[in-house]
């Protein structure tokens, strides 16, 4: 039995037991049997969830671009690394090979260093999905700097405010992207960032649209020709395990963006371990993320992961909508896909179609199908069973986080049953517990509670960047002695486990983390606006929606209030990007609120959701009345 590849069921249950009696064994086997490293560690782990400090693989030394390039160019140079679909169906696909891909990546390495970049420097990189956008993430990871991927369509204000949070020294962009039929000016966001970004020193440019664009000299440059001149060779720098390898970005329920670092080796580890189980990878299978490398599913899952194991991943530039809604069936047809790994949300948008769409492609090479971000409901989970997979691909719904770094509970395809609406088990040394509100573990079957991890993972972040406080008071002081994620969930009568969402303020819009802070301080920022609260509503297609209650300042009460909603949501896009817009906004006298000010945010989210059936006691706000009042203006 390999402990590698789990093949069936009983392995399964076999190796998680072994994962879990002794973890350290456990990961010191697969550490050692299947990665390149410079230096053997000294210790496998030491932990301690209080201060809060993981280490794994201690005393080892590594790069991570050795064990995704350059260990695979004695087999695999030829074969294809990374499968580039453009946005455009005219355009043809690239095939770089795992050749191609070293050599790319060394000429980029070779760039970053004459900018001055050095091991432990940030470098953002705010890139649609290209190849230069790869390039990009594993040259940092090469030269041993710490790359801050920042998703292309935030605003300006957001990047700026990743930017400053890292100290980045250089920004990594495009001229612009192409998102279906649309393209989008990203050097001119980026200008605008840089305005208030003092620390940044130079701005690498690819070209992608062939807009004009402002070059600002001694800051701006254009990367193609200092790629053309670079040399194809760059040695790797060595890091320490422990080493921080990427900063990425997540909204918290309160205040500013939480900057989570992942560090080299466990990151690595734990990424293609998974990787290869829950996808089942096997040599010639052509596998394709939807995600965007902007989100940790991108870092995770179609860079490190499956690069780490020699895979053939897809990076596709476009949106599932363009040319139409068959987009997605088209390019698993033509690159006879095997791993197909998406979202609900898309899940949902595709299923609205005609049929015709997926039906007029042959999908047969589909082996297995992933999804993540959020719940995935029945009826989505049936479509893409019955239509996509034909009954045929097991779903693996993977529940994980970017804190997590790698998929926590999911099926193992083909060995484990599916159940609709189920993540199902803990992968491989994943210890979950559910919790009650007064901090005692749940145990048994066929409860719910409060989603926590009791010991560590080779691949959980290691803290926030610039606030370890932070980082111990978000995770580890929720319940003592375990890692609290922040989600609800269940466990049925055999020990499935189904997430029931978020129990704080972070609302998963269209699979994107929100956090309800920023979006009211956005939306507080408007002149005539005196004070607001979000909360999400059910969205057929988004999963959940936002739905703005805002008091306005005296002055403002006159004016129109269509044109009022759309300034706002103008605001919401400027200050955090598209994704964060209300879908709707509602002027109120008051918010109801509780004796000590906090708002009450359970009786919003009822009236948002058309659900005012038991609203519970509301006696006991400061201001009951203004319940009625909201009641009458929704009209619920
Ligand atoms: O609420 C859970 C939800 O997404 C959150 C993590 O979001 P993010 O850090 O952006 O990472 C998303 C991609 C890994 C979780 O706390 N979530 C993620 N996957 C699932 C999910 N909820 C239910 N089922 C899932 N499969």
Not at 118 to 125: F, S
Request: charged share 25%; aromatic share 10%.
């Amino acid at each position: 039995m390999s402990n590698y590849h789990i093949k069936n069921l009983e392995e399964y249950f076999q190796i998680y037991r072994k994962s879990v009696r002794n973890p350290e064994l456990f990961w010191e086997e697969i550490a050692e049997e299947h990665f390149v490293w410079r230096k053997r560690w000294n210790n496998i782990l030491s932990w301690d969830f209080e201060k809060p400090e993981v280490k794994w693989f201690e005393g080892a030394q590594l790069n991570i671009t050795e064990n995704c390039i350059d260990r695979h160019l004695t087999k695999y140079s030829d074969k294809t690394a990374i499968l580039f679909e453009p946005n455009s169906v005219d355009e043809p696909a690239q095939h770089i090979t795992y050749k191609q891909l070293y050599a790319q990546v060394n000429k980029m390495s070779n760039v970053l260093k004459l900018q001055g970049v050095k091991k432990g420097d940030r470098v953002c990189i705010y890139l649609p999905m290209i190849p230069e956008l790869a390039y990009a993430v594993l040259a940092c990871a090469r030269i041993g700097a710490i790359h801050s991927v920042v998703f292309a369509g935030f605003s300006s204000t957001a990047l700026a405010t990743r930017i400053n949070d890292c100290d980045a020294s250089v920004v990594i962009t495009a001229d612009g992207s192409y998102r279906g039929a649309k393209s989008i000016d990203l050097k001119s966001i980026v200008d605008e960032a840089l305005n208030d970004c003092p620390g940044v020193k130079s701005v690498l440019v690819a070209e992608r649209t062939g807009g004009k664009m402002n070059l600002v000299s001694d800051r701006d440059h254009l990367l193609a020709p200092l790629m053309k001149g670079a040399s194809e060779e760059c040695a790797i720098e060595v890091m320490d395990a422990e080493d921080p390898l990427f900063i990425l970005y997540t909204s918290g329920s309160t205040g500013k963006p939480k900057g989570m670092v992942h560090s080299c080796a466990g990151y690595m580890v734990y990424t293609a371990y998974t990787f290869k189980n829950i996808f089942q990878y096997r040599e010639d299978d052509v596998y394709w993320c939807t995600a965007d490398i902007g989100w940790i599913t991108g870092h995770s899952y179609i860079l490190y992961g499956p690069l780490a194991n020699g895979a053939t991943t897809v990076m596709f530039e476009g949106v599932p909508s363009y040319p139409d809604y068959g987009r997605f069936w088209e390019v698993v047809e033509k690159h006879k896909i095997t791993q197909f790994y998406t979202a609900p949300t898309a899940i949902r948008a595709l299923a609205k179609e005609p049929l015709e769409l997926v039906e007029k492609y042959d999908l047969s090479s589909l082996k297995v199908l992933g999804s993540v971000g959020e719940p995935i409901n029945e009826e989505a989970w049936h479509w893409y069973n019955n239509n996509v997979g034909k009954k045929e691909s097991p779903i693996v719904d993977t529940w994980w986080q970017t804190e997590t770094g790698g998929i926590m509970i999911s099926p193992i395809p083909y060995s484990t049953p599916t159940k609709p609406t189920f993540a199902t088990l803990p992968f491989i040394g994943v210890q979950p517990a559910l919790m009650d509100e007064n901090g005692k573990e749940i145990k048994g079957n066929q409860v719910e509670g409060r989603l926590c991890i009791k010991f560590p993972w080779p691949s959980i972040a290691r803290t926030i960047w610039g606030n370890h406080e932070r980082y111990r008071e978000t995770y580890f002081s929720a319940y003592k002695n375990m890692y609290f994620t922040g989600d609800g969930a269940s466990r049925d009568a055999v020990g499935y486990y189904r997430i029931t969402g978020r129990v704080d303020d972070v609302i998963i819009v269209s699979g994107h983390n929100l956090g309800t802070a920023p979006i009211e301080d956005a939306i507080n920022e408007h002149q005539g606006v005196a004070e607001s609260a979000i909360v999400g509503f059910p969205h057929d297609i988004k999963g959940n929606a936002l739905f703005g209650y805002v008091i306005l300042k005296e002055e403002a009460n006159s004016r129109d209030q269509d044109e009022l909603r759309i300034e706002i949501n103008r605001l919401i896009s400027e200050k955090i990007g598209p994704i964060a817009k209300l879908d709707k906004i509602v002027f109120v006298p008051g918010l109801p609120k509780t004796r000590s000010g906090k708002i009450m945010r359970r009786i919003l989210r009822k009236i948002a959701s058309n659900d005012v059936s038991n609203l519970g006691d509301v006696s006991t706000l400061l201001n009951p009345d203004v319940v009625e009042q909201i009641r009458k203006i929704v009209g619920v």
